[in-house]
């Protein structure tokens, strides 16, 4: 139940209405956004006379796209910074078939004058590198995409593989069919020392030889440069074994054919160059030298081959371009040392361990040991960790220079985890911690240990998933910038299928969905190929390079400014109780703000350079306008309704309603105002909050008691921080609880903002009665002896509750396929009857399972229903003590205490629970009958229990809940309630 707004969307203060109008005009005119460009038609050598002449759109319709978003129609338009990497993407589709569709991008031509034309004697050229996007095909969702992703956001189609246009097999066809799509992307790789200015040229679409039509594009190079140094290293594995299996016709470790202008060496080297070019530092790993004992037991090692292949690539001397860093596995030390050596302790770490001090040696004598890192194996317990630090403490006293790195994390909260840490001396063995990122709380670092940013997976970090928006991945070295970490781990970019696999890029995004590389043998190439992820990625890198110079400014505040917009929060900050307890993401799905953030980078950038004068003709109206268009798009409040309770009374005939709400800051200055219920329903009071119930100051009526009944019972909010937030507790008295029939009240908040507009919130109460019964339900999979009304539980909301603006008042959308459940009791039962419809076919009953896997949070085995049940309602944000129930569609089950999820406390709920599931009408139906001593509820006169219901559905990936609870289900705080009869 989540919204976005905006304050000049309605009820806009005076004297805003002008600015709105002016920032929409910016952002949704082209012609006013680019208006500092002149708008002259180039007639230079490399464009014809009407370079505005776009195919025929009967024949071949053309559209243009600069970072995501489309382009001005009819014509391409860049600014971009020097040392950098500009491009552009058009997608075409021939309204007919066309015969040898090809496009032709001239180099674009540096205007010296400003008037068009060129000399020849001092023309500068920019070309364009072409590639066209090939797509994988996606059907399966991961649990952090079905929580934050609608399922009408879904991308099934993913244009991510760059091959080249002229690659030998996947270029631009030679027959293009009608209505088939291509996707083409260009970029220019702008020197450092490129000449500031417009350089203009055309792309010409063709067919065959027959000329379709072209477009102009125009590059404005600025005069800022963007540093050659990365304030953000962003490292990638590269396993040479992977790059050799599946680039070169033989396998080249066996045939020793491993020089470096071996296949095997070229084909590395393209990878090493490929990820360079895109500012990304490869980390070479899985080649290893020949191993031998000899008769004394002593290890020796083969170096040549290794030298050969690996050297040229961590010589510090070597070229740039090619310049790589090496690690060290544990797990592959242990792989290659299955020989016992006769030492001490456990023969195969002793082997491990002498394996490592060989390397140390030999890269300490060829002068590569600051290239070398070893990587410690993974921990995930405390027991565990005293066997890694006892491991730790002889490789740390192997060369000094040798890094020692270590991803250890378990199921603990970040204050105990890192004291764990401290206690046990972990800055004094390992040199660089990087747990996953929901583990590493940046306010607990430790003196003399190195945090380095692993990729976890949103809302703790961005993602490298080919599942995830483009803004998932560009958003990754904000978040490093964000919490000044150096050093990103981006995992393996080539974690292609093993040896005898099919390796197609569809093959490897399905074993792999964030590898970064492709192999190139399916397109006829010897090479790998760049991911449209990873060209993202660079993007964030660029942004981030502009970004950082600005810090130690003046320009300072402008970039926190845009930090605020981009990433106002990540790693341990992105839980809200617990680590399974995410936020919303805290980063913008909309690429229209990544562009103008990155117009205004250049903005800053521009005036930073150039001692407060912009190096670009844009007048200040223009960069104003874009600053007011930022501060429109981001300027928000998010508020939200964590839990929605009902509270006994003294009154019997009362129940009063505890709603507890969150004031999200997510606007550039500090915001206060009241919230307060609205609109409530007829009879309904608000109640005064006691002091000790609201975290927030409250506003105190004289003459009347806390809790006392008030009209305008309302909080005092503020001042609430940027990116900070406030939760408060609302009361009011219900002398009914009449619901719709699916059981649902609505309810709505208001926050009155001070000097500005209202936010309003719609807030599910879900309460369900339990129809008293005299005989038991027949437990059969037929509804048919069901009685229905007042009992019903229906309207289930899907859990990826979608941010949204004022401007779009709808509620969350509800799921595509109907889901109901019935409830009934008698003595010695508590029945639920589930209906889902469906038009899947039923599952294979051959594949069943005992127990419930889940992906991030999200159960993720096939067609299922939930039940929560917490009679106590106690109202904690952990389902260690709820009693659960899972029916699965196959006629599976699973009953616990506590949600069993990975890293949760749950235990075997031991009862006669009795369930049937069947097939009827277009929809599955469960009915289950849990015992009602199975619950050990301390008050028998309890007859409001908390409860949720949820299901998934296997065919359309949707996670819904009927209490409309979003991104986490299983939060206690967010159940309905289960209305009982008195026993």
């Known amino acids: 139940m989540l919204r976005r707004f905006f304050p000049f969307s309605r009820n806009a203060q005076p004297g805003t209405a ?30 014809d006379a ?28 860049i600014v971009a910074a020097r040392n950098e990497t500009a491009a552009f993407e058009l997608r075409l589709r021939p309204q007919r078939a066309i015969v040898g569709l090809n496009i032709r991008c001239a180099p674009l031509v540096h205007d010296w004058n400003g008037s068009g034309d060129s000399n020849e004697s001092d023309a500068t050229t920019l070309n364009a590198d072409c590639s066209r996007l090939h797509p994988v095909r996606l059907d399966r969702w991961p649990g952090w995409h079905i929580r934050y992703i609608e399922p009408a956001d879904r991308v099934p189609n993913v244009y991510d593989v760059a091959v080249p246009i002229d690659a030998p097999v996947g270029g631009l066809p030679d027959n293009a069919l009608a209505g088939q799509e291509f996707r083409v992307l260009g970029e220019f790789a702008i020197p450092h020392d490129a000449a500031p200015g417009t350089y203009a040229g055309r792309i010409e679409f063709l067919a065959a030889a027959d000329r379709l039509g072209s477009m102009p594009i125009e590059l404005h190079v600025l005069s800022v440069t963007i540093p050659a140094d990365r304030p953000v290293n962003a490292r990638v594995d590269l396993d040479i074994r992977s790059i050799i299996r599946h680039l070169t016709p033989a396998n080249a470790i066996q045939d020793a054919q491993t020089g470096a202008e071996s296949e095997a060496g070229r084909a590395l080297a393209n990878a090493v160059r490929l990820l360079e070019s895109h500012r990304v530092t490869p980390v070479l790993s899985g080649f290893m030298p020949a191993i031998k004992l000899d008769r004394d037991g002593q290890l020796s090692a083969d170096w040549s081959d290794f030298d050969a292949l690996v050297g040229p690539f961590i010589d510090p001397h070597g070229p740039a371009a090619l310049r790589s860093e090496f690690a060290l596995h544990w797990d592959d030390m242990v792989d290659r040392t299955t020989s016992p050596l006769p030492t001490g302790g456990d023969p195969v770490e002793s082997a491990a361990i002498g394996l490592v001090n060989a390397f140390a040696e030999h890269f300490a004598a060829r002068g590569w040991i600051e290239t070398l890192t070893l990587e410690l194996p993974t921990v995930r317990s405390p027991d565990e960790f005293e066997h890694l630090v006892a491991l730790a403490r002889p490789l740390r006293d192997l060369d000094p220079r040798v890094r020692v790195g270590s991803d250890t994390s378990w199921h603990e909260t970040p204050a105990n985890f890192a004291a764990a840490l401290d206690q046990r001396g972990v800055s004094e063995i390992i040199d660089v911690w990087s747990p996953p990122a929901r583990f590493c709380d940046p306010h607990l670092r430790r003196a003399g240990l190195v945090i380095a940013m692993r990729l976890d997976q949103p809302p703790y970090t961005g993602t490298l998933d080919v599942r995830a928006p483009p803004a998932f991945t560009r958003v990754i070295p904000w978040q490093a910038l964000r919490y000044d970490v150096t050093t990103l781990y981006a995992g393996s970019a080539v974690h292609w299928p093993p040896a005898g696999k099919r390796a197609s890029p569809q093959d490897c995004a399905e074993f792999d969905p964030a590898n970064l590389l492709y192999p190139g043998r399916p397109f006829g190439l010897d090479r790998p190929l760049a991911s449209r992820r990873l060209k993202t990625l660079r993007r964030g890198v660029e942004d981030v390079a502009l970004a950082e110079p600005l810090l130690r400014s003046d320009r300072v505040s402008a970039v926190n400014s845009l930090l605020n917009a981009l990433s106002s929060y990540a790693f341990t900050d992105a839980c809200r109780h617990h680590l399974d307890d995410p936020r919303p993401c805290a980063w913008p799905f909309d ?58 009374t003294r009154d019997p005939g009362i129940h009063r309603v505890e709603c507890t709400v969150r004031i999200e800051n997510r606007s550039a200055i500090p915001v206060s105002g009241t919230v307060a219920f609205t609109d409530l329903p007829l009879g309904w009071s608000a109640v005064e909050p006691s002091s000790d119930v609201s975290p927030i100051s409250t506003k105190q009526n004289p003459g009347r008691k806390s809790g006392a009944e008030s009209p305008n019972a309302s909080s005092i909010v503020g001042p609430v921080d940027p990116g900070q937030f406030r939760r408060v507790t609302l009361l009011a008295d219900a002398p009914s609880l009449a619901r719709n029939a699916n059981g649902v009240i609505r309810l709505a908040v208001v926050f009155d903002r001070t000097g500005g507009s209202s936010i309003r919130e719609h807030i599910r109460l879900a309460i369900v009665a339990a129809r008293p019964i005299q005989s038991p339900i027949v437990l059969d999979a037929d509804l048919a002896d069901w009685t229905t009304g007042g009992n019903t539980a229906g309207d289930f909301l899907s859990i990826a509750h979608r941010s949204r603006r004022a401007t779009d008042p709808l509620p969350p959308p509800v799921a595509s396929d109907d889901t109901q459940c019935y409830v009934a009791c008698d003595d010695s039962r508590i029945y639920f009857g589930f209906r889902c419809s469906t038009n899947a076919p039923p599952p294979n009953a051959a594949v069943r399972r005992n127990d419930v896997r889940y992906a991030d949070g999200i159960p993720a085995d096939g067609d299922l229903v939930e039940i929560l049940i917490d009679p106590e309602r106690i109202g904690t944000h952990t389902p260690n003590d709820v009693y659960y129930a899972v029916v699965r569609r196959d006629g599976t089950a699973v009953f616990t205490r506590g949600v069993a999820r990975d890293g949760s406390d749950y235990r075997t709920w031991n009862a006669d629970i009795r369930y049937a599931v069947g097939e009827r009408d277009g929809a599955w139906i469960a009915e289950i009958g849990i015992p009602r001593d199975a619950f050990l509820q301390p008050d028998p006169r309890a007859v409001i229990w908390g409860l949720n219901l949820t299901r998934f559905d296997a065919q359309s990936q949707t996670y819904t809940s009927w209490s409309g609870a979003a991104f986490n289900a299983h939060d206690p705080a967010s159940f309905g309630h289960l209305m009982l009869p008195l026993r």
Do not use: K
């Open 591 to 648: 690429n229209t703000l990544w562009t103008l953030a990155r117009r205004l980078l250049l903005d800053n950038s521009s005036i930073a350079a150039h001692a407060g004068t912009p190096a670009d003709d844009s007048p200040s109206l223009q960069r104003n306008l874009r600053w007011l268009g930022l501060q429109t798009m981001t300027d928000f409040i998010e508020l939200t309704a964590e839990s929605v309770q009902l509270r006994p």
């Open 18 to 47: 002008w600015a709105l109008t002016l920032a929409t005009l910016f952002l949704v005119m082209p012609s006013c956004r680019d208006a500092w460009v002149a708008p002259t038609l180039f007639s230079g050598r490399n464009v």
């Open 50 to 77: 009407n370079p505005n002449r776009l195919p025929d759109p009967s024949t071949l319709t053309v559209s243009a796209f600069v970072d995501y978003e489309p382009a001005p129609a009819g014509r391409i338009v």
